[in-house]
Every structure is written in structure tokens, then in C-alpha cells.
């Protein structure tokens, strides 16, 4: 009988050295991102924050978790892989902002079925900077290899981010919201990461290559524009729910302005939206035509030019709208509260 050739972790498909080459690499990355409160020490079991530290007095704590959907296929059939990692960081921490959270701390999972050291690094190096922008500490994470679960090249993604408010900051204050409120609507970087499953199908049925110029952005590739990251919109917006300028905030992704904004409103107020007040963004105009997409059908899809909406005090609408515009980000009143 012949002898079994010995079996080991590495020629079961589990690549530990690989693993561990990914850590150094990502390492300085990871570093870059420590804030007072949470460091970015990457190697132990758990992430500490220390609120105390981070500067909080009587804190609420919130938590956030979220993935990147299938915008990432593109960044797996294309190999551009070095901006997924914002999205991942973005979806995540924008959500804390919702309800008036300052993010502290972001841990990732990272899942694919070959361990490429390189093609993760850049991914992970993505996400480290979205937590530069966002201000937060890349604080750990967990990268799993697990032949079998996934086709070669593909991978995974999720987020989880941890963030607080002091106690009278929490969004949305519900009570002081009333009919006449104003809805201030502030500018996306393009479809951000929702309606991919759509847009894909779109560029499906046009024919185009991911590498084809894009019809709607001149100079990249339709890939590039596609993989736009989606904003991150912390230091933007924190002042002016410290400042306590604003009621509430929608972070408009899956289900677009529609789904989105009624989710900052009590249920006796609705958002009466004036569609013709912003530009529609290029990327949009493309994809609605080249699919002959219905309106209503896109407003519950995409963001359509908007990531995030403001709700304000009619008086203090002004005071919000030049702040936003002073920190480098495109806003307009996009309407108004209306009782139901």
C-alpha cells in the first residue's frame, strides 16, 4: 500500500506565512490611523477604547456594521482593488453620523479562498485611509482563508464601526421637529456603494468593457468612475451636530431619498422633496438612459447626486448650507418638512 503523503495546513489550501506577510504589510497603514481613546496596534484579541480618552464626559455608545454589496465584483473582475476599503469605512461610519456619533474605532473582515498578500494589502491600505478620513482607529480585524468558499480571485467584506455622542447629541431630536423644517441635501461622489446590482446590469446590456473610457466621466476608465469611493462626510458634518445646528441626518443608501429620509423624521412629519433642485450628476443621466430606467424606479435605487440630507430649523438652514460649503462639500436645499 502506498505511503499518504503528509498533509499540512498550507497544502490544505491555508497559507499561515502568507497571512502573517500580509500583517507587515499592513501594519504601518494600520498605525497611522491611532486616535486618542483607541489605538491601531494591530495582534492582539481585542480592540480597546477608552471614552475618557477620546475626550467624553457622559457618553452613549453606537455600533455600526455594513459591507460594499456588489460594487465589489467590479473591483475583483478589474483588480482595482486600492479604494473598496473607503467604501467599506464610509458606509459604516456614515451611519454613526446619522444619529450624531463621532466614529472611534473600525474593525474589518476580510474572506477569500486564496490568500493574496498584495491584492488584500491594497485593500486594507483602502481602509486604513477611509479611517484617516473618517478619524477613526483601524483598530483590528480579521482576515480568513478558507478554501473551498470562494471562486479564485474573489473575496469579501465587511465593516464594524463603534462611535458615541454625548448624551443630549444623539440624532435625530425628534421633538423639535416640525412642519417647515428645511431639507438640505449634500452632494454625493457619484452612486457611492448601493444599486450596484442594477448598474452592473446596465453596463451588461450596453456592452461595455470595464476598461472602456467612460461615457460619462472623460479620462477613466468606466471602471475607475464606477469605483468612485463613496464620501466620507465626518469632518463636514460632526461641527454642526456638536454645534447642535441640525435635527437630524439620512444617509441615502439603499432605497435612495425616498426609503431614506422618512427614517430621520417622526411619523407624523413627511419630506417634501423639490427633485429639480440639484444637478443630476453625470454618472446617473448615463445610466438611466443607457437602461431606460424608470424615475420612479431610480429614486428608490440610487442617490441620484445626494449622500446625505440635513434636517434644520428654517432659521438655522443658512448658517448649515455655508458651513457645508466652507468645508468643500456641494449642498442645496432640496425641500421641506410637511406634516402627514
Known amino acids: 500500500m502506498p505511503a499518504t503523503p503528509p498533509l499540512t495546513y498550507k497544502s490544505a489550501g491555508v497559507d499561515i506565512d502568507e497571512g502573517e506577510r ?37 457618553p452613549i455608545v453606537l455600533a455600526t456594521t455594513d459591507g460594499v454589496g456588489t460594487k465589489l465584483k467590479i473591483a475583483i473582475e478589474t483588480g482595482l482593488h486600492a479604494t473598496i476599503g473607503v467604501d467599506l469605512v464610509a458606509m459604516c461610519v456614515n451611519d454613526l453620523l446619522a444619529q450624531g456619533a463621532e466614529p472611534l474605532l473600525f474593525l474589518d473582515y476580510y474572506a477569500t479562498g486564496k490568500l493574496s498578500a498584495e491584492s488584500a494589502g491594497a485593500v486594507i491600505a483602502g481602509i486604513a485611509h477611509g479611517c484617516s478620513l473618517a478619524g477613526c482607529a483601524l483598530a483590528g480585524g480579521e482576515t480568513a482563508e478558507m478554501p473551498g468558499m470562494y471562486r479564485e480571485g474573489d473575496y469579501d467584506l465587511a465593516g464594524f464601526a463603534l462611535g458615541a455622542a454625548e448624551r443630549g ?13 428645511v431639507l438640505i441635501g449634500v452632494g454625493s461622489s457619484g452612486p457611492h456603494s448601493n444599486g450596484y446590482a442594477l448598474i452592473r446590469a446596465i453596463i451588461a446590456q450596453s456592452g461595455l468593457a470595464w476598461d472602456a473610457p467612460a461615457p460619462f466621466a472623460p479620462g477613466q476608465s468606466l471602471a475607475e468612475a464606477l469605483l468612485t469611493p463613496t464620501r466620507i462626510y465626518v469632518r463636514a458634518l460632526l461641527p454642526l451636530i456638536r454645534d447642535h445646528a441640525i435635527l437630524g441626518l439620512a444617509h441615502i443608501t439603499g432605497g435612495g431619498l425616498i426609503g431614506n429620509t422618512p427614517r430621520a423624521l417622526p411619523k407624523t412629519l413627511v419630506p417634501a422633496l423639490d427633485w429639480a433642485a440639484w444637478p443630476l450628476p453625470p454618472v446617473f443621466g448615463y445610466l438611466l438612459e443607457a437602461g431606460a430606467v424608470p424615475i420612479e424606479d431610480a429614486r428608490r435605487t440610487f442617490n441620484l447626486g445626494i449622500g446625505m440630507v440635513l434636517i434644520a430649523a428654517r432659521a438655522k438652514a443658512e448658517h448649515a448650507l455655508t458651513a457645508l460649503r466652507a468645508a468643500g462639500e456641494t ?3 432640496i425641500g421641506e418638512v410637511r406634516s402627514a
Open 331 to 333: 449642498a442645496w436645499v
Open 22 to 58: 500580509l500583517i507587515d504589510l499592513i501594519a504601518p497603514a494600520a498605525r497611522a490611523t491611532a486616535r486618542p481613546g483607541a489605538s491601531a496596534a494591530l495582534g492582539g484579541f481585542a480592540a480597546l477604547l477608552d471614552l475618557k480618552a477620546a475626550g467624553f464626559i457622559d
Open 169 to 181: 447629541q444623539l440624532l435625530p431630536r425628534l421633538d423639535a421637529m416640525a412642519s417647515g423644517d
